[in-house]
């Protein structure tokens, strides 16, 4: 795993994306955020979102917020608004970051799963 300082500047260093890699039939990763997956081990965090932004979400656009508290944290989904649609605690985790923000967007036919930097 990085530092915390170096972790930020190197995924300030993605800016769009080249390619899209699915994690399940709906959903797909940015080269940021597969480089955030493999890197820091945080697969279960795309996951998590991944199961939230379902068909029955009708909007195209999602922020999906996770904050770290200790070994816990909190997994929020909202409009982009601070509606928020979803809310999932999460037990334990090593996350490095105190928090992290990601877009999503539907593309008609998945959802990308971004950095801010990608969108």
Same mark, same amino acid.
């Given at each position: 795993?990085?530092?915390?300082?170096?972790?930020?500047?190197?995924?300030?260093?993605?800016?769009?994306?080249?390619?899209?890699?699915?994690?399940?039939?709906?959903?797909?990763?940015?080269? @940021?955020?597969?480089?955030?997956?493999?890197?820091?081990?945080?697969?279960?965090?795309?996951?998590?979102?991944?199961?939230?932004?379902?068909?029955?979400?009708?909007?195209?656009?999602?922020?999906?917020?996770?904050?770290?508290? @200790?070994?816990?944290?909190?997994?929020?989904?909202?409009? @982009?608004?601070?509606?928020?649609?979803?809310?999932?605690?999460?037990?334990?985790?090593?996350?490095?970051?105190?928090?992290?923000?990601?877009?999503?967007?539907?593309? @008609?036919?998945?959802?990308?799963?971004?950095?801010?930097?990608?969108?």
């Amino acid at each position: 795993m990085n530092s915390t300082h170096n972790l930020q500047s190197e995924l300030s260093q993605f800016i769009g994306t080249e390619k899209l890699y699915p994690i399940t039939s709906r959903h797909v990763l940015t080269d @940021g955020t597969k480089y955030l997956a493999e890197n820091e081990k945080s697969f279960w965090l795309f996951d998590a979102i991944a199961s939230h932004l379902t068909r029955s979400y009708e909007d195209h656009f999602a922020v999906a917020r996770l904050v770290v508290n @200790g070994s816990s944290a909190v997994l929020t989904l909202d409009d @982009g608004n601070d509606n928020v649609f979803a809310t999932q605690a999460i037990e334990y985790t090593d996350f490095p970051l105190n928090e992290i923000k990601l877009y999503c967007s539907f593309d @008609g036919e998945h959802w990308v799963i971004m950095l801010t930097s990608e969108y």
